[in-house]
């Protein structure tokens, strides 16, 4: 087989969840699978983190916006190389095109009520050509791809996907996750001192920042500890609003946001914590969440959407809408010595279940069976 797989974004400097995901798929496709020819299709960026081998061709295609570029440039260029099935990995896919469609819809939170108070133009821009696109070429595809048994259960219920068409494979980890001993103290480039917690928010509602931050000033309200905060991916004016308007002076000191933080020292940073919130209102995998426990650092998890289902039965699960429910699980993890201690080994051996190479060998699997289908 030819097999297009579309990762627009993987060349950017700063990546984010889906580049993630469908870079390591490539990857992994890359050393496991020695008889199919693959094309992969990107965006000019300054990070090659692909290269192109006897059997992975990397297409660069240089057209300015994303619409364009997807559903333009790729459907043209896929079907220059002769590509058997074309692959779309992150929610949209061309709505011309006469390929046999692979597509992955990591969730449909595009269809779900909006947030009024979300006011990134990227992001609202992004939920509107979603809403737009999805819908169009749900019926084309020869396969939907979803991350979790929570997101497809919910794309079967609400958009009426017949079973057989939609296909669940979870997300893995990188192996650099894991237990290590910080001796670069890399640590130190984003904070004074080990055992912080740290936290993935940003302006996106569904991250639940104001609620945690709201938890985070009641855990030092009681805390005799009172562990710094380490935040990315936040601006100071967001901050300052929140502040403002939850009256939690008490945490302006004790926050650290040194923006983004670059992959490679994430294993360093979940190491060098003290515990993890990841406490979003809604997430259909949650990366960070595996990542984490494969370092062993104990986690405070909601119980909503995929998370119980990726934590596991043992996991610290909360109520996301509740701070003080967070609150209380940092104090218990602060206090009890044994209950965090079987929180590190509860993640170190639930990681375990997760890998990039089961991922891309399903993924294999499916190409075949829509080869095999034609």
Same mark, same amino acid.
């Given at each position: 087989?030819?097999?297009?797989?579309?990762?627009?974004?993987?060349?950017?400097k700063?990546?984010?969840?889906?580049?993630?995901?469908?870079?390591?798929?490539?990857?992994?496709?890359?050393?496991?699978?020695h008889q199919n020819?693959?094309?992969?299709?990107?965006?000019?960026?300054?990070?090659?983190?692909?290269?192109?081998?006897?059997?992975?061709?990397?297409?660069?295609?240089?057209?300015?916006?994303?619409?364009?570029?997807?559903?333009?440039?790729?459907?043209?260029?896929?079907?220059?190389?002769?590509?058997?099935?074309?692959?779309?990995t992150?929610?949209?896919?061309?709505?011309f095109?006469?390929?046999?469609?692979?597509?992955?819809?990591?969730?449909?939170?595009?269809?779900?009520?909006?947030?009024?108070?979300?006011?990134?133009?990227?992001?609202?821009?992004?939920?509107?050509y979603?809403?737009?696109?999805?819908?169009? =070429?749900? @019926? +084309?595809?020869?396969?939907? %791809?979803?991350? &979790?048994? #929570?997101?497809?259960?919910?794309?079967?219920?609400?958009?009426?996907?017949?079973?057989?068409?939609?296909?669940?494979?979870?997300?893995?980890?990188?192996?650099?996750?894991?237990?290590?001993?910080?001796?670069?103290?890399v640590?130190?480039?984003?904070?004074?001192?080990?055992?912080?917690?740290?936290?993935?928010?940003?302006?996106d509602?569904?991250?639940?920042?104001?609620?945690?931050?709201?938890?985070?000033?009641?855990?030092?309200e009681?805390?005799?500890?009172?562990?710094?905060l380490?935040?990315?991916?936040?601006?100071?004016?967001?901050?300052?609003?929140?502040?403002?308007?939850?009256?939690?002076?008490?945490i302006?000191?004790?926050?650290?946001?040194?923006g983004? =933080?670059? @992959? +490679?020292?994430?294993?360093? %940073?979940?190491? &060098?914590? #003290?515990?993890?919130?990841?406490?979003?209102?809604?997430?259909?995998?949650?990366?960070?969440?595996?990542?984490?426990?494969?370092?062993?650092?104990?986690?405070?998890?909601?119980?909503?959407?995929?998370?119980?289902?990726?934590?596991?039965?043992?996991?610290?699960?909360?109520?996301?809408?509740?701070?003080?429910?967070?609150?209380?699980?940092?104090?218990?993890?602060?206090?009890?010595?044994?209950f965090?201690?079987?929180?590190?080994?509860?993640g170190?051996?639930?990681?375990?279940?997760?890998?990039?190479?089961?991922?891309?060998?399903?993924?294999?699997?499916?190409?075949?069976?829509?080869?095999?289908?034609?």
């Amino acid at each position: 087989m030819k097999i297009g797989i579309e990762a627009q974004r993987i060349f950017r400097k700063n990546k984010h969840g889906m580049d993630y995901v469908v870079l390591q798929e490539i990857l992994q496709l890359q050393q496991i699978d020695h008889q199919n020819e693959y094309y992969v299709f990107v965006k000019p960026g300054p990070d090659r983190c692909v290269e192109d081998s006897s059997r992975v061709h990397i297409i660069e295609i240089n057209t300015p916006s994303y619409p364009l570029w997807e559903q333009f440039a790729l459907p043209r260029a896929a079907k220059q190389v002769g590509v058997d099935i074309l692959h779309c990995t992150s929610n949209t896919a061309p709505i011309f095109c006469d390929i046999p469609l692979v597509l992955t819809l990591h969730d449909i939170i595009f269809l779900e009520p909006r947030d009024k108070q979300n006011r990134s133009l990227y992001q609202n821009m992004g939920w509107l050509y979603r809403r737009l696109v999805v819908p169009r =070429i749900l @019926n +084309k595809c020869e396969r939907i %791809i979803t991350v &979790s048994e #929570f997101e497809r259960n919910n794309i079967i219920k609400k958009l009426d996907i017949p079973e057989r068409r939609i296909k669940m494979i979870y997300n893995g980890y990188n192996e650099w996750f894991r237990p290590l001993s910080d001796d670069q103290e890399v640590y130190k480039k984003y904070m004074p001192e080990k055992g912080f917690l740290f936290f993935l928010g940003n302006t996106d509602p569904k991250k639940n920042t104001e609620r945690t931050l709201v938890a985070y000033s009641k855990y030092l309200e009681r805390s005799e500890v009172k562990r710094p905060l380490l935040m990315a991916d936040l601006d100071q004016e967001y901050l300052n609003g929140i502040i403002s308007r939850n009256h939690i002076e008490n945490i302006r000191e004790k926050i650290f946001m040194p923006g983004y =933080i670059q @992959n +490679k020292d994430l294993p360093y %940073i979940y190491n &060098s914590a #003290f515990a993890f919130l990841y406490t979003s209102l809604r997430e259909s995998f949650g990366i960070p969440l595996l990542e984490a426990m494969a370092c062993g650092t104990p986690v405070v998890t909601s119980n909503t959407s995929s998370m119980p289902e990726i934590g596991g039965i043992n996991a610290i699960l909360v109520n996301p809408e509740r701070a003080d429910e967070i609150a209380d699980m940092l104090i218990k993890l602060e206090q009890d010595a044994t209950f965090y201690q079987q929180q590190k080994e509860w993640g170190l051996a639930r990681a375990t279940l997760f890998s990039w190479k089961f991922t891309a060998e399903q993924l294999l699997e499916l190409y075949q069976e829509v080869k095999g289908e034609r």
